[in-house]
C-alpha cells in the first residue's frame, strides 16, 4: 500500500443515505475509492464500511467531514498504517506458533510478533531462533489471576494491538480479558460450539463425528464462546483414534489461526454483539 | 453385480487370525476378492469386515465354515441380494423426498422407496407423479404414541428395510424406534453434536458460525444423538440471515441423506455402540 | 421481494466518483440501499455494481438522472421483476433435469422451466409428471446446424430468458449460440480448464486425479472455454473406476448447476471479456 | 511404533488367494493384524497391500515363506524402521520449506531433513536456525545438466531416501531424474492436469477459475505429469488478481505437500504405471 492509499473503517447506527454521504466525502477530495465493503446488520440495525481508497487529499478534513455529517454515535477512522504488533501466549505446542514465526519472518503476515510468553520452556529454542524475546512465567505455585497479571505486565511494555493465543491450554480471568478487550485471538481445537472446553478431539472421537473443525474467535469472559472470526474442517473417518484426529486438527489450528490473523491485521473484522463481520 | 458376486459381512469380537481364516475360507472354494475392508475397533475389542467375493462355490456351505471357525459370538451374513426397500416419513418439506424420487426413479439409488407417510397433506402430489403410495396420517388431535403406532402399522405393510426420515419434524417415541432398531435414516439439519433440537440454523445463525452442516444418522432415544453415519458443512458469511442459512443447508442436506442412504444400501456401514464404521 | 424493492444494475468504464454519484441519486429520492456490491475490473477498467434498494420514489427518473449522470458507455438497468424464464436443452441423464424440476416445482429456484428440448425421448416422462412441454428432436439423420436451429425455433416460441443444457451431449453451431449471447448455462463434467472435451471422468481416471470437480459456464464458441460461473469439487481415490467416478460426479453437477442458474436468476453475474464477477 | 510393530509391503501380479496366502503367514507365526489395506488395479491386474502388524515372530522366515508362495513377480518386503531421510531442493519461497523445517524439528514429520541445497542464497538464515546443511549451488553459468549433477553429487552424500522440492523452480533433467526414480516429490502450485507449466496462478486469473488447486506428485521426465499423490483446492472470487490467488495458493502448498510427504514417508504410497494407490 503506498503512502496515498488509505482503509476508511466506519460503524454506525443505521441511517438513509450513508453510503451516499460517505462516498461523496471521497469524491470531492478527488479520492478514488479501491474497494468497498458494506453490511447492515438488521437485528441490531448497525452499518459497517470498510473502503480502501487513495488519492493526495487530506485526510484529517475528510474525517471531521465525515464525523459532522454521520450519525453523532458513528465510529469513523482511518486504519493506521504499517504492521501491526502482536504479542503470543503459548504453552507446549510448537505448530501454530512455529508457523506464525515462519508467516511474521518471510512476509506472509502483515504484522510483527514482539515477543512470546509461554508457562512451559520447552518452546523457547524455536523462538529465540528467530529473534524474537521468550518469556517464560511458569504458572504453578500461582494463583490463577497472579499469574495472568504477571502475563499482563510482560505484554504491555511491547504495547501490542492484538495478543494471540497458540493453543495457550489455561484460562485467562476476566481481569486479563478486560485489558484486552476483542483484541485477544485464540485458536479452539473444535467446530465450534462443538466440543467446548477441554479434550474437543477427545470428545469428538466419543461423539464418532465424520468431520473435525477448528475455529478462532475473540476471547471473551465465556470460554470458548467469543465472536468466531473464521473456522474450516476436515473429513475423518472411523479409523481415527482421538490421538490421530489431535495429529490430524493441527495443519487446521495452523490454517484457521493464521487466517483469522490475516483477516483481523487488515482491519477487514468487525465485532457486533457476540458476532462478527468480516470483509474478504 | 451379477448373480456369482456376494458381499460378506462379519463383525466378531476381535481374535488372532481372523483375517487368515476368513480368506482362506473363500480361498478353499475359489472364491475371488473383489474388494476388501477390515477395521478393529480397540475399544470394544471388535472386528469388522466387508467382502465383495465372486465365483461359483457354495456360499452356504461357506457361511457354515465361517460359522464353525469363528468366535462363537461372530456375526456371519451374506448380504441379500436385490434392491432394499424404502418407506419414508415425511413432513412438509419437498426438497429430500424429490431428491430420492428421482433417484430411485432414475437408478441412482440402490434402493425401491415403497411409500411415503407425512403428517402434511402437501407433499402427496408429488409423491403420486412417481406412482408412490402417499399415506396422510395427521398428528393432530392424537397421543405422539398412537400417531407413531398408526405410522408403524401403514409402515410395516410393506416390510421395509430401512425407513428414512426426510426432514420429517416431529420426534418419534421409544416404542416405535424399537420397531426399527438402527434401521431409521435421519438427517439433521447441523453440524451435530452443535446446534440439537429444533431450529438449527436459527441456533447456528445466533451463535455467528462461519460454516453450517448437516449430518444423517441412525435414530435412537435420545434426540439426535444417534451413531452419525455421514456429514458435510458448506462456508456462510454474516451476509446470511437465518432463513438464508435454511435455504443454503438445503443442498447439504440432500447430499448427505442420499449419500448415507447410498452407504447403507451398500451395506458399508457398522454400528458398533454409538458410532459407525463406515466402510467406502 | 415486495413492489417497493429494486435491484440496480450497473456497468460502466471505470472513472473517480461512480459510487458517489449512483448512491447519491438513490439517496436524494429517499431510497434505502439493502446491499451493495462493487467491483472494479483493473484489467479492462471497468466497473460492476448491483445494488438491492426499497422505497416509494420513480425509478424512471432514477434511471433518467444515472444515464444523464454517468460515463455515456454505461449500461444502466432494473433487474426485470419476477422468475425468469428457462428453456432446458437435454439428452439421456436425468440428474440435473429431475433436480431443476423438483426445485421449480418446489420454490427451490427463482426461475420457471417453460419446456424441455431433447434429442432422445426416453426423459419425456419425467417432464410430463411436472406438466411441462416436452419436445423430443432427434438428431439422426440432420445436419448440426439444422438441427440445432430446429431446438432454437422451438426455444424461441417461449421468450425465455435463458437456456440451461442439463447435460446436452451435443455441440452447439455458432449461429445457434449467437442467437442466445451469453444466455445459455452449460454444466461441464470436470474442473475446467482440465479436461475439455469428451468423456472428462475417463480422463480424469486415466491422469490418476485425486479430486474430480464440475464446472458451470456461459456456452461460447470455443468448446469448454466460455465464462465460468461457478465451480466445484469433491475428492476422489485410486478405488474409484471412470464409471465410479461419473457415478460420484453426479451431485457435484446437480450442485454447480443448480446454484449457477440461482446466482444468475438473481442478477448477480456480469461477464467481462471471458470472465465473470459474481456478487454472492 | 514399538520393535515388535512392522509394516509388510506387497505388490504383485494378481491371483485368486492372495490374501489368505498372506494373511495365513501371518497367522501361522502368531502375528497380530493391526491395519490391512489391499487393493487390486483391475487395468494392469496388479494386486497392492500393505499391512501393519505386531507380534515376536520371525520376519526373516515370513518374509522367505511369503516368496516362496506368492507369484515370482511378487515384491515383498517390510518397511524399514526408524525416519526416513530427506534432502530437500529450494529456490527462493520461504514457505513450504520452513513448514517442513518446523514440523520435522518438532514432531510432526516422520522424517528428517538432512540438506537443502538451493539455486539462490536467500534461504541459508532460515535453514541454519535448525541447524541443518544449507549448499548454495547457483545455477547461473552452468549447463543445466551441469547443475543437476552438481546438486546430485551434494544429495548423494546424505543417501537420501527422497527428494522433496520446496517451490523449487528449475525443470530437472531426466540424468537427474534417473537417479531417483519415484524418489523425488515435486508440489505444483496448481490443480494438475490444469494449468501445467509456468506461472500456472496467472493462467488461473485469465482463465477466470472459480476454484484454485495444487498438486503434490512424482516427478517424471514429463513436466508436471508424473504420478499424483494428494491435491486440494480452495475457492477464489473475481476478486483476486494473479498475485492474491499465488499468496492464497501459498497454504494450500504447504498443506498438500507436507501431506504428501507424510503419505509417502508412512509407506502408504505405490505407484502404478503413471497413477498411485494411496493407502490411508
Do not use: W
Amino acid at each position: 500500500m503506498n503512502s496515498d492509499s488509505h482503509i476508511l473503517l466506519i460503524d454506525t447506527p443505521d441511517a438513509v443515505g450513508l453510503i451516499a454521504k460517505i462516498t461523496t466525502a471521497l469524491y470531492k477530495r478527488n479520492f478514488n475509492i479501491l474497494s468497498n465493503h458494506q453490511f447492515v446488520d438488521e437485528q441490531h440495525s448497525h452499518f459497517f464500511m470498510r473502503t480502501a481508497f487513495e488519492g493526495s487529499g487530506d485526510t484529517a478534513d475528510l474525517l471531521a467531514d465525515l464525523e459532522a455529517n454521520l450519525p453523532a454515535a458513528a465510529n469513523v477512522r482511518l486504519a493506521p498504517k504499517g504492521k501491526k504488533k502482536l504479542v503470543i501466549l503459548a504453552t507446549k505446542e510448537a505448530h501454530c506458533l512455529g508457523d506464525l514465526l515462519i508467516r511474521a519472518g518471510y512476509g506472509d503476515l502483515n504484522a510483527t510478533i514482539e515477543a512470546v510468553i509461554a508457562n512451559y520452556e520447552n518452546l523457547g529454542d524455536l523462538v529465540k531462533k528467530f529473534n524474537i524475546p521468550f518469556h517464560y512465567v511458569p504458572h504453578e505455585g500461582k494463583e490463577r489471576l497472579a499469574h495472568a497479571m504477571e502475563m499482563a505486565e510482560i505484554a504491555k511494555k511491547y504495547s501490542p494491538d492484538y495478543l494471540v493465543l497458540t493453543k495457550y491450554m489455561r484460562i485467562l480471568p476476566p481481569e486479563f480479558i478486560a485489558l484486552f478487550k476483542h483484541r485477544i485471538i485464540n485458536i479452539h481445537h473444535s467446530f465450534l460450539p462443538a466440543f467446548i472446553g477441554a479434550n474437543p478431539y477427545r470428545q469428538a472421537y466419543e461423539r464418532g463425528v465424520k468431520i473435525i473443525g477448528a475455529t478462532a474467535h475473540f476471547v471473551t469472559d465465556n470460554l470458548d464462546e467469543g465472536p468466531i472470526i473464521h473456522q474450516a474442517v476436515a473429513p475423518v473417518t472411523h479409523r481415527l483414534s482421538a490421538t490421530d484426529m489431535a495429529r490430524a486438527g493441527k495443519d487446521l489450528e495452523k490454517l484457521v489461526l493464521s487466517k483469522a490473523i490475516s483477516l483481523v491485521m487488515d482491519d477487514r473484522v468487525f465485532v457486533i454483539a457476540n458476532k462478527t463481520v468480516v470483509f474478504e
